[in-house]
DNA sequence: ATATAAAAAGAATTATATTCATATTATTTA
DNA sequence: TAAATAATATGAATATAATTCTTTTTATAT
């Protein structure tokens, strides 16, 4: 696809706000809203532009994480210390031994993500073996496993 | 700030696709439209929301780089045989000699995204005493000198 | 120069956002 | 616990924006 200058404002415009109005956008472009809707569309089509997306700040969000960790290849196969290790540390939820090229799969919850960082660094680091550590930020659980959770009666 | 369920499924739904709207949200929710919008402009007044934005797909832009080039230090006072260097490939279209942390700034333009990769793994690799390359994509020129392009009579 | 296709404008319609008064639900605190 | 207060939600009215569609303009090809 061949986008013009025309095309290429409107993808600034709506990589700075992608909840920009297409009025908005029209009026930038002195053009209609209809011929800038057009645009929008055919630029979704093509897939130039292949998603709006919000961002959100990790430190807002009562961090709860999953670290996917991997070992050495040649300690993968007997992980259980490693694993016993990981569960000591009070800020692991849980930790599960996966299959696949990471090994365990552990929830972490931290106050923000510079405790994040200091647990990785002082805690993790300290495990040894540990070949690399990937988290991601779990914005909602729609199902849990509320076994430990004892109801009042 | 204290986020519950709402919120966070808010959240999750805008980091899915920020353009949704109110009325589709508060469906998902069973709740109005109105209270949805009272706490998503809570969330982005709490800087929970950071931002909108359309992400682009950088191989259909026909790709406009800037490259910040820096070199070891010792050898950054004599830089302009690396100048040179960086002028003779093609794909290369203007090279700056920069003050600050990095030396040079290139404009390269490629067909996509896995040309430049190549280019930077084959030509750039070539030249000596490149300490780092930091790339950025221009979607828009808003002025550029044109000397060079003669119209036409 | 004419025919064809693509893009834009403008008006009408539909949908959505926004506002605000009222109601409901939580949270304090006496 | 009950009343007082604050926070949040509802629902209707209004304002704003998106969308559709026909006409017009502009660009491209024949």
Same mark, same amino acid.
């Given at each position: 696809?061949?986008?013009?200058?025309?095309?290429? #404002?409107?993808?600034?415009?709506?990589? @700075?706000?992608?909840?920009?109005?297409?009025?908005?956008?029209?009026?930038?472009?002195?053009?209609? %809203?209809?011929?800038?809707? @057009?645009?929008?569309?055919?630029?979704?089509?093509?897939?130039?532009?292949?998603?709006?997306?919000?961002?959100?700040?990790?430190?807002?969000?009562?961090?709860?994480?999953?670290? *996917?960790?991997?070992?050495?290849?040649?300690?993968?196969?007997?992980?259980?210390?490693?694993?016993?290790?990981?569960? !000591?540390? !009070?800020?692991?939820?849980?930790?599960?031994?996966?299959?696949?090229?990471?090994? *365990?799969?552990?929830?972490?919850? #931290?106050?923000?993500?510079?405790?994040?960082?200091?647990?990785?660094?002082?805690? *993790?680091? !300290?495990? %040894?073996?540990?070949?690399?550590?990937? #988290? #991601?930020?779990?914005? @909602?659980?729609? !199902?849990?496993?509320?076994?430990?959770?004892?109801? @009042?009666?």
């Amino acid at each position: 696809m061949t986008l013009d200058k025309i095309d290429l #404002t409107i993808l600034r415009l709506m990589q @700075e706000n992608s909840r920009i109005s297409n009025i908005h956008i029209a009026k930038e472009l002195n053009m209609a %809203p209809s011929a800038v809707l @057009e645009r929008v569309k055919k630029l979704e089509q093509k897939n130039v532009i292949t998603q709006y997306s919000a961002k959100i700040n990790p430190n807002a969000v009562d961090l709860k994480l999953l670290a *996917f960790i991997s070992m050495k290849s040649s300690q993968s196969l007997g992980c259980t210390t490693t694993a016993d290790e990981l569960a !000591k540390i !009070k800020e692991v939820q849980e930790v599960h031994v996966i299959a696949g090229d990471d090994c *365990f799969l552990v929830k972490v919850r #931290t106050a923000d993500s510079a405790s994040l960082m200091e647990l990785m660094r002082s805690s *993790f680091s !300290k495990i %040894p073996n540990i070949l690399s550590i990937k #988290t #991601t930020i779990v914005l @909602e659980t729609v !199902k849990e496993d509320q076994s430990l959770n004892i109801p @009042e009666l």
